[in-house]
């Protein structure tokens, strides 16, 4: 059985900074690609960084490109996502997938496995 267990989320004020984990679990198949998603409030899930853990290519949506540094530990096989100089435009929850190839493509849809998400609040 996967599982996924993020932690990490919380409130800051704009400007701040917090790193989120994801602790993976119970699957086999190294062509996966790791991701973390985050659904505002109101707002559809969108895809925000993915990374190829065989290669360790990384890939980042545009509004976050310079701010956040997505991360993956083969060891422990965790993912991170270390947030900088956040934005209140950043609140939402934060997910942790798994997600077929390319990793290029971090987009949320069905055949994901998706974590139980954490809360990111960032207040003005």
């Known amino acids: 059985q996967v599982l996924l267990e993020e932690s990490g989320g919380g409130s800051v004020q704009a400007g701040g900074s917090l790193r989120l984990s994801c602790a993976a679990s119970?699957?086999?198949?190294?062509?996966?690609?790791m991701g973390w998603f985050r659904q505002p409030p109101g707002k559809e899930r969108e895809g925000v960084t993915g990374?190829?853990?065989?290669?360790?290519?990384?890939y980042y949506a545009d509004s976050v490109k310079g701010r956040f540094t997505i991360s993956h530990d083969k060891g422990t096989n965790t993912l991170y996502l270390q947030m900088n100089s956040l934005k209140p435009e950043d609140t939402a929850i934060y997910y942790c997938a798994l997600y077929l190839p390319p990793c290029a493509a971090v987009r949320p849809n069905e055949y994901n496995t998706w974590g139980e998400g954490t809360q990111v609040t960032v207040s003005s």
């Open positions: 119970g699957y086999t198949n190294s062509r996966y690609c």
């Open positions: 990374v190829d853990p065989s290669s360790g290519g990384t």
